[in-house]
């Protein structure tokens, strides 16, 4: 039977996994064979298992001829034809889309002239110019949208239009001709603009075709971000430098939560190079002021070194603001601390203690509640503990060597962590009385109670123990009777001349000058009696994970 019209179609020749002979011929381009088969009878609408049927085949293997003999067939009826020519795969798709998504330029056209549906939307919501776009066939997307085709219709899930996945895909010379009909300011579903899209993905051409046509550089997603936010945050330096020459906004704040910048995802993910392009235009009231966050937080958050040692140069303050209310954190070291779980402390902290950063409670905490010391090894590098009577308040005293003291607060806070700590004193004690701790500070009740017995040895050896007063020297024979604590043989003697002395010697010069010095060798004394006089004889206690004494009542 001759195939001439639609109604004398024969759909007999089904196939469950393949295509029927006039489907295989027009996918191979074999326009003899298909006019062959088609006169003999055979059907050219017979579909496979994906519900592709010649036409179909032809359009997308771009077999002009093939499409050409097959719509001449169908051409005797008019609205089987059109029927016919836009038929839909399982998928939703049509000839013109198939043809369209693989740049058949010559076969969109001959669809079209049949009356192809060329708005027709596939089942995930795709259609003929979107497919053109999405594969960059520029020729295909000038022929649809010259025949009228919607350019500022929703697609996908997502509701992006066909500027957005022209940028996405940086289809540059596409862009500069949809910008010309698209709504630039069109929004997907997260109301994100095609600018947005070229910031976020750097597609440096697309968004500088976007800009020169007039789209807004400021314009913010649902959540509030902006191009500029999310170019800093992807590192795109190029989409960076350009957003902010062309007006882009750097204060703007991007979160709902709490007032983000730019800045803060450079910061978190390291992009030295737009982190610091951005210090320069950004309000450093962000640094330090009341109900903002420093983006010293979020550089700690992301373990970005790098980003810290930058803020800190360019002068962004190690302390902050104090963020309990917003993050739920006091300040940056506090932060950093919190945050070295695997080890002693991270590369953040170190930069932030060598930067000045004040020592809280907490901080002194996570220095002196443990059995390693290489904290407050750390911070006894970069601080030293000066006498307290020097102190007046917070007022800073002048660095020494490198060296920033430790401020009244400061030391008085690191007291009261020691003091509630003496189960780690062995670990912590010696370095505080070698950094110039007075010892004398640590002569309290809750010392003397819960101290282990070489620590408390150690710690009377600093001191007149012939002096301690009456409530000290009670605990002392309450601990001897209860046998937690064994005192060295001459301690029940009167100290002798030589450690007299030397107390004085530490007494007049201080401990802090006594330690970090070389004062002593500047003394006029044989040169045997510097190490006595620095304490160096005196043996340190061992750290033991024994349980701590009972308080005594």
């Known amino acids: 039977m001759t195939f001439s019209t639609c109604e004398e179609m024969d ?74 020519v836009n038929s839909l795969t399982h998928e939703g798709e049509s000839a013109c889309y198939l043809a369209a998504q693989r740049g058949n330029l010559a076969v969109v056209r001959l669809l079209l002239k049949a009356h192809a549906n060329i708005n027709q939307l596939t089942n995930d919501l795709s259609c003929p110019l979107y497919a053109a776009v999405d594969g960059g066939h520029k020729e295909v997307v000038e022929l649809l949208v010259g025949k009228g085709a919607e350019v500022n219709r929703t697609h996908t899930a997502s509701c992006w239009t066909c500027l957005h996945q022209a940028v996405y895909k940086g289809h540059s010379e596409i862009v500069r001709m949809l910008v010309n009909v698209c709504n630039l300011e069109a929004v997907d579903d997260h109301k994100i603009s095609p600018l947005f899209v070229a910031s976020q993905y750097g597609q440096q051409e697309c968004l500088e075709i976007l800009v020169h046509a007039g789209a807004d550089v400021n314009t913010q997603a649902a959540d509030l971000a902006t191009p500029l936010l999310i170019a800093s945050q992807e590192g795109h330096q190029a ?171 400061e030391l008085r806070e690191l007291l009261s962590v020691a003091l509630n700590q003496a189960h780690f004193a062995a670990c912590w004690l010696p370095l505080l009385l070698k950094a110039g701790l007075e010892p004398s500070l640590l002569l309290q009740p809750v010392m003397l109670e819960q101290a282990d017995g070489e620590v408390l040895n150690y710690l009377l050896e600093f001191v007149n123990w012939a002096t301690l007063s009456a409530p000290l020297k009670q605990i002392l024979c309450r601990r001897r009777t209860e046998k937690t604590w064994k005192p060295c043989p001459h301690f029940d003697s009167v100290p002798s001349l030589s450690h007299i002395c030397r107390l004085q010697v530490r007494t007049v010069l201080g401990p802090d000058l006594l330690t970090r010095t070389d004062v002593v060798q500047q003394l006029p004394v044989p040169s045997p009696l510097h190490g006595f006089i620095q304490f160096r004889d005196i043996q340190e206690a061992s750290f033991t994970h024994s349980s701590p004494s009972p308080r005594l009542s």
């Not at 962004?316 to 779980?341: E, K, N, V, W």
Request: hydrophobic share 35%; glycine share 8%.
């Open 11 to 84: 759909f007999t020749e089904c196939y469950g996994d393949t295509v029927s002979s006039v489907a295989a011929a027009a996918r191979s381009g074999c326009r003899k064979r298909v006019r062959r088969l088609m006169k003999r009878g055979f059907s050219a609408d017979c579909r496979d298992n994906r519900g592709w049927n010649a036409l179909h085949e032809a359009a997308a293997a771009g077999s002009q001829g093939c499409v050409q003999e097959i719509l001449s067939a169908v051409a005797g009826s008019s609205s089987g034809c059109r029927a016919y």
């Open 239 to 409: 989409c960076v430098d350009f957003l902010l020459d062309h007006g882009a906004d750097p204060n703007i704040t991007c979160s709902q939560e709490w007032p983000q910048l730019p800045i803060h995802a450079a910061a978190e993910f390291g992009h030295s190079g737009v982190l610091r392009r951005l210090i320069a235009v950004t309000d450093r009231v962000c640094d330090r002021g009341d109900g903002r966050v420093s983006p010293l937080y979020v550089a700690v958050h992301g373990h970005q070194s790098n980003s810290v040692k930058l803020l800190l140069k360019e002068g962004y303050s190690p302390d902050a603001q104090d963020c309990t209310h917003i993050l739920g954190l006091r300040s940056p070291l506090s932060f950093a601390l919190c945050c070295s779980s695997n080890k002693p402390y991270s590369e953040s902290a170190r930069l932030l203690i060598a930067a000045g950063a004040s020592l809280m409670e907490e901080d002194w905490i996570h220095a002196l509640a443990i059995d390693k010391t290489d904290l407050l090894q750390l911070i006894l590098e970069h601080r030293w503990v000066p006498r307290q009577e020097r102190l007046i308040g917070d007022s800073s005293l002048p660095s020494h060597e490198g060296k920033t003291a430790l401020k009244l607060q």
